[in-house]
């Protein structure tokens, strides 16, 4: 089969670490066609989507003392070709965020790519849907007590009411731009006056939760089915626990609570068409949504022995046919 992969550059991407090239990997051990682009080297010809596309060979990374140990240089890529997507058995939406207009304008192109011959991973319209903070809100019984707000004593009383609190901005990601809100902090005014661009960008604010102290587990979801889970935790002064900002991260089991959680998005995430999706989890209580590039799997499989990818790859090679 073929499977395109829309990502960041590739020389800028981790293969100790990256999902996508994770995933990339366990198609090519399957014997699959990698081919790579970006989200700028996409349109649309006669009501088709199209791409500039690279083969790309890898080298598979190779676990050694506890660590993914990458070859020098990691990957080859070959000649690029303009394809429709459409030629593509799955193309899969791996480009960071922030879901900037640019991003947008990609997904929409993504959108004339003919479904009944390829298969969208995560769906155009349900990445459209779920912006990453707000698409949580819609499980209340599942989350903290959570605000979205631009309006700075809203916030200011939400805070004093919790006793502390954590901002987040809407679009952010990898824990960029994540606040610890102590209501009788001086600079308090000053952050929400950052973090709301002067009162003109709503931001979400969640109760704090003391568990953060014991980690932010991620849980990978695969057609609304959890498949693993890493726990990370904070380190030295950082209170976020976000493998970005050096969180630590550790071998940990999807418990029931966390199982009921996944269960009640599940029949949201397939009416979505969020195959491939990340759930943040601490204490019990879902955190956020994430469906545009959700990683962790090489850190699973690190501490769990376990290989996702090839479960990943064999799961849209079976719906991808069907």
Known sequence: MKFAFIIDPIDRLDPGHDTSVALMEAAQVLGHEIWITQANQLGVIAGRAFAFLQPVHLVPVALQDGRWVAA?????????????????????????????????????????????????????????????????????????????????????????????????????????????LDPSDRNFNSMVEISTHQG??????????????????????????????????????????????????????????????????????????LIFVGIDVIGGYLTEVNVTSPTGIREIDRLSGVRLGRQVIEWIVENARN
């Open 72 to 180: 020098n240089p990691w990957f080859e890529v070959g000649d690029r070709r303009q394809w429709f997507l459409d030629e593509m058995d799955a193309v899969f939406m791996r480009t960071d965020p922030p879901v900037t207009v640019p991003y947008l304008y990609a997904t929409y192109i993504l959108d004339y790519i003919n479904p009944e011959k390829t298969l969208v991973v995560n769906s155009p319209s349900g990445i459209r849907t779920a912006n990453e903070k707000m698409y949580a809100l819609q499980f209340a019984e599942a989350m903290p007590e959570t605000i979205v707000t631009l309006d700075k004593q809203v916030i200011r009383e939400f805070a004093e009411k919790q006793g502390a609190a954590v901002l987040k901005p809407l679009g952010g990601k990898a824990g960029e731009g994540v606040l610890f």
């Open 200 to 273: 003109l960008m709503p931001v979400m604010v969640q109760t704090y939760l003391p568990d953060a102290r014991l980690g932010d587990k991620r849980i990978i979801l695969l057609h609304g089915e959890p498949i693993g889970a890493v726990n990370r935790i904070p380190t030295g002064q950082e209170f976020r626990g976000n493998m970005a900002v050096g969180g630590a991260v550790a071998q940990t089991e999807i418990t029931d609570r966390e199982r009921e959680i996944c269960a009640q998005l599940a029949p949201f995430l397939r009416r979505d068409g």
